[in-house]
């Protein structure tokens, strides 16, 4: 398993193939309800660059608030999943869907109750970063 909290300056300086499977690691404490796995794709801590990773999601696993300084790109994979942004409903996701999340906005995914979610996502850097989390979601009638 590789460490994925060492994360490279910039993306790579010419053609790269970064063969399947080499590059899942298990998300950092503290960003989720329960840890799931992160392949990171694409990495950069370069300003506007993107950066680019494959989530797999256990069932009613999500993240915590969180924010993306450029926004974020979303392509479902698999499963079922759920998503939110601050103020608005909880939205389904199935595969094949796919989110677009504006620069700052205040938002939550992740694994619906029932089933398993992966998805791809984008998220350009600005100022080094490419998200900022925020505190657990609490969902009515549940804890998380
Ligand atoms: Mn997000």
Redesign the pocket.
């Known amino acids: 398993m590789n460490d994925i909290t060492t994360k490279p300056k910039a993306c790579p300086a010419e053609m790269t193939i970064r063969r399947a499977g080499t590059a899942i690691g298990r998300a950092p404490e503290g960003i989720s309800s329960a840890p799931f796995w992160a392949e990171m794709l694409l990495e950069s801590e370069s300003e506007g660059e993107n950066t680019v990773m494959r989530a797999t999601v256990d069932p009613s696993v999500i ?1 915590h608030w ?3 300084p450029r926004g ?1 790109f ?1 392509y479902v994979l698999s499963g079922v999943g759920v ?1 939110q942004r601050d103020g608005g409903p909880v939205e389904e996701l199935r595969a094949g869907d796919c989110v677009w ?1 504006a620069p700052d906005e205040r ?3 992740g694994a619906s109750a029932d089933s398993a979610f992966s998805y791809v ?1 984008i ?1 350009a850097v600005h100022d080094g970063k490419s ?1 900022h989390w925020l505190e657990p979601v609490i969902r009515q009638g549940e804890r998380s």
């Open positions: 993240t969180h924010t993306h974020q979303l998503a999340f938002h939550w995914h996502s998220q998200v």
